[in-house]
């Protein structure tokens, strides 16, 4: 048994890495990215419990095998002698709202991909889980205010138009987190799941008043806060020119003199948040461009599962 345990270890490594964000990144469209992250390694890990139940119409599909006859629109075959099923909206125990960063901050790349690039690839295979689990998902883009939102509903076809939008969202204007959230959170009246995607490059007190506005509103929170690698090692080796991508301002420096105070810094700051947000009640969860899909979404899957 030992050595049939030993044996399978070698090929769930070799399948973790095809869920590499480099990997995943070079496929065709946001779909296909979406589909082999959940369907490929996730699906079947979690089975949510909540069952919802239909209560609003929200559109037609033509029939198909297998289909309830209950559902067919009848008046509708006599219009046009097709038959035609309603699709409603499901009611469930969850709606999901994503917010997504995508300031100038989040275009950085490394060595890697973008950091905006793992955070939309990394929604888009949320919604795609949401889905599967018959949970309601909305989307949020922001940068400095609110670029494009998309409310929650659970039915599929939300999910191809979020899956749409974030395949073209690009990196833009300055940020402010705490605007977006404060925004958002007298407009959501429903008590839902809310996930930050953001590198969180922002004041931590107005960040952390941002999100306490959702607590106050009785939400759940999830914050994926992600970097790039080399933002949390500064591992560069020669003399470099540094251009903050928000303000333009420019320094030189010659990072080996100042890498372990950088170091140091960026520890106490993610501690700080990490701190505050668990004060809170607020999942914290550090994800770097090289973290596999696999390990985001099962912060997402530990939290849902804690969700009834």
């Known amino acids: 048994m030992a050595d049939k345990a030993q044996s399978t270890r070698p ?8 869920l590499a964000p480099e990997v995943v990144s070079r496929l065709r469209n946001m779909e296909l990215r979406a589909r082999l992250v959940v369907e490929g390694f996730i699906q079947g890990l979690h089975r949510s419990p ?13 029939y198909m095998p297998g289909d309830s006859p209950r559902f067919v629109d009848w008046k ?14 499901e009611e469930t125990n969850l709606k999901c709202n994503i917010l997504l960063d995508k300031s100038a901050s989040m275009g950085f ?5 973008s950091k905006l ?16 689990q018959q949970d309601a998902s909305g989307l949020v883009i922001f940068d400095d205010q609110i670029r494009d939102y998309l409310p929650a509903r659970s039915v599929r076809a939300q ?39 953001s590198d969180l490059f922002d004041d931590p007190d107005e960040i952390m008043n941002g999100l306490k506005h959702f607590r106050h509103r009785q939400h759940e929170v999830l914050v994926f806060h992600v970097l790039d690698d ?4 500064f591992d560069y080796k020669d003399e470099a020119r540094f251009i903050d991508l928000e303000s333009r301002r420019e320094i030189r420096s010659q990072p ?53």
């Open 11 to 18: 090929r769930r490594e070799s399948a973790r890495g095809f």
């Open 159 to 197: 999910m191809h138009e979020m899956l749409t939008r974030l395949e073209h969202v690009e990196a833009s204007e300055k940020t402010n987190i705490s605007a977006a959230m404060h925004r958002m959170a007298e407009r959501l009246t429903r008590r839902g799941l809310i996930v930050l995607i």
């Open 256 to 308: 080996w003199f100042i890498k372990q105070e950088y170091q140091q810094r960026v520890e106490n700051w993610m501690k700080s948040l990490s701190k505050q947000c668990r004060e809170r009640m607020i999942d914290y969860v550090p994800m770097t461009t090289s973290t596999p899909y696999d390990l985001a979404l099962m912060a997402y899957l530990n939290k849902r599962s804690h969700l009834g």
């Open 117 to 132: 690039r793992w955070a939309s690839m990394f929604a888009a295979a949320l919604a795609f889980l949401m889905v599967k």
């Open 76 to 89: 509708v075959y006599a219009k046009t002698d097709r038959y035609y099923v309603k699709v409603f909206e």
């Open 109 to 113: 790349e490394g060595k890697g991909i």
């Open 230 to 233: 080399l933002e949390r090692t």
């Open 50 to 62: 909540y069952h919802g139940f239909s209560v609003e119409f929200a559109e037609y599909r033509q």
